[in-house]
């Protein structure tokens, strides 16, 4: 049976998409390390990104054009088994959505993935490029990479291929009051808006509680302005009420100023006892 026939039985795949498969699989052998591998022959760790995006879209693609790009394993101490290094979506887009039973890797033997600091960076940074984490995932890998190795934001920025500002934005998530995360984790409130004005942004959310209403509390005083013309008019209004009710120790000037007025108008709560 020719390598064509074989992948074809092997992979389920329309003979095209073989037939592709296939030359890419030639142009590998030139390359001692481009392998095909059982899925059973790769270990893979537990990845710095729980949510692997949109696995469906990528079988589909896979499904149609066949494996673009080999996954990238690195060699353990059993002869037989490798550990998963790049290329996770790939590798569980055909692993549990197609059921293939194999898939093309390329060995990595440079030995610095035996650095579980190296490797993690490298996770980090193909999954920045193709797809966005979910904010707080992203800030406690940043924060854990440097709890762990003692870099600066400037270092670690460096190493991931990103802008110091960038990471230091990021973490700063970290820092922020458990209402704001709530409400990012939530949608409610978007991660630049936050940036861009993070006191502005504070302030709003304390003053608006569940149920989007502003104050406080329930027990906060309601402020009422008026006009000064109608504060003099509801002052005489007052007066003149409370001169029926016979309290005759109220009455308005002529040119009342602010001070007058409140007297008169906190007597309210009197006229309305005697009445």
Request: glycine share 6%; charged share 30%; proline share 4%.
């Amino acid at each position: 049976m020719s390598l064509l026939e074989k992948l074809s039985a092997k992979q389920g795949t329309p003979s095209g998409q073989a037939a592709a498969v296939a030359a890419r699989m030639q142009d590998d052998q030139r390359d001692p390390d481009a392998v095909i591998l059982t899925m059973d022959q790769i270990e893979v760790d537990e990845q710095a990104r729980k949510d692997l995006g949109d696995l469906e879209s990528m079988a589909a693609s896979i499904k149609e054009h066949g494996q673009m790009n080999a996954v990238v394993v690195v060699p353990t101490a059993n002869l037989y088994k490798f550990k998963l290094h790049k290329g996770a979506r790939r590798y569980f887009s055909m692993r549990d959505i197609l059921h293939l039973d194999t898939i093309r890797a390329t060995i990595d033997r440079s030995g610095v993935h035996n650095d579980k600091v190296k490797t993690r960076l490298g996770q980090l940074h193909e999954n920045i490029q193709r797809k966005d984490y979910e904010p707080f995932e992203l800030a406690n890998e940043f924060q854990s990479l440097i709890d762990e190795t003692g870099w600066t934001h400037e270092q670690l920025a460096e190493k991931v291929g990103v802008s110091r500002g960038w990471v230091t934005k990021k973490l700063s998530l970290l820092k922020a009051p458990p209402e704001i995360q709530a409400a990012i984790r939530s949608g409610e409130l978007a991660e630049t808006d936050y940036y861009n004005d993070k006191a502005g942004t504070v302030a709003t959310k304390r003053e608006k509680p569940e149920g989007g209403e502003s104050g406080t509390g329930s027990d906060k005083p309601k402020k009422l302005s008026l006009p000064w013309d109608d504060a003099i008019s509801l002052a005489g209004l007052v007066v003149d009420l409370a001169k029926r009710a016979g309290v005759r120790d109220l009455d308005i000037s002529p040119e009342p100023d602010k001070k007058e007025l409140l007297a008169i108008l906190a007597r309210v709560g009197d006229v309305r006892s005697a009445a």
